[in-house]
């Protein structure tokens, strides 16, 4: 696992979230946070691009992403604000094992 750099974000599906928490986990300097941050700015992104086709979305569906959202925000503030990235992970993690 290359934590030096960004990896690619293609999604915001369990097993992405679930990388990105291992790497949160797994990162140890301050550059290693700024690609997290970045990654959770990504997956941010791509549910908010999901969310601006309303018209093809489900009432529950509009739900689960807009929770979602939030989790992904909060994990990046843990991340950049807070500086806790094992709570970030946590949050993430939380996320997958409930399927948010």
């Known amino acids: 696992m290359d934590l030096d750099d ?3 974000v293609l999604g915001f599906d369990n097993a992405t979230l679930a990388l990105i928490a291992q ?3 797994a ?3 301050d ?3 700024i690609y997290r941050e970045a990654e959770l700015d990504e997956v941010w992104r791509l549910i908010d691009l999901r969310l601006a086709d309303r018209a093809h ?6 739900g689960r992403l807009t929770r979602l959202r939030e ?3 909060e994990a990046h503030d843990l991340v950049g604000v807070a500086y806790q990235p094992a709570a970030a992970a946590r949050k993430l993690r939380h996320a997958v094992e409930n399927e948010i």
């Open 6 to 8: 960004a990896m690619d």
């Open 31 to 33: 550059e290693h946070l």
């Open 27 to 29: 990162s140890r300097r």
């Open 57 to 62: 979305l489900s009432d529950a569906e509009i």
């Open 71 to 73: 989790i992904v925000n």
């Open 23 to 25: 790497r949160l986990e």
